[in-house]
């Protein structure tokens, strides 16, 4: 079968745990320690429903986010949105919607003309483990994705 390829943005705050996440979906297992991501881009092929699928996932920095020009090119030109915030830090959470206004100007003034589905945002709520830390309840987080029309989330990574 052909292989299908779908472009991914990992966008969220500093610390929020956006490489844990993936190098826990990548290679089943967890980060021990924060290291800053200055910027990498991964692939990884699934197999669904016996179609090969193959994720290129773009684990964007935190910090200089208005200068990447590779994030720029997947919020621009990407399938999908990973969007993550920490239960444990109300700031990343009041800061999604900075990533939803960088989409949506991207998008309605450069959506491809080739485009032939709907662009996908995830929403996750990172730390959930973090029961004494919670400062973003588990509604909270269902509440925003539901009012920005995104899927939801939470984990622990």
Same mark, same amino acid.
């Given at each position: 079968m052909e292989d299908h390829v779908y472009r991914i943005a990992l966008l969220g705050d500093e610390g929020v745990g956006?490489?844990?996440l993936l190098v826990r979906?990548?290679?089943?297992r967890f980060l021990g320690e924060y290291d800053p991501t200055i910027e990498d881009k991964y692939r990884?092929?699934?197999n669904i429903d016996d179609v090969t699928v193959t994720l290129e996932i773009l684990d964007t920095a935190s910090r200089g986010q208005n200068s990447c020009k590779? *994030? +720029?090119?997947f919020v621009r030109e990407g399938d999908g949105f990973i969007v993550v915030y920490s239960t444990a830090d109300r700031?990343?959470?009041?800061?999604l919607h900075r990533y939803?206004?960088?989409m949506k100007l991207s *998008? +309605?003034?450069n959506l491809p003309s080739n485009r032939t589905h709907a662009i996908s945002v995830l929403v996750i709520g990172n730390k959930s483990d973090l029961i004494g830390e919670r400062d973003?309840?588990?509604d909270e987080g269902q509440r925003l994705a539901e009012t920005y029309g995104w899927l939801f989330a939470e984990a622990s990574a």
């Open positions: 956006k490489t844990a979906f990548l290679c089943h990884k092929s699934i590779l *994030r +720029d090119q700031s990343t959470f009041a800061n939803r206004d960088m *998008r +309605d003034t973003v309840t588990r």
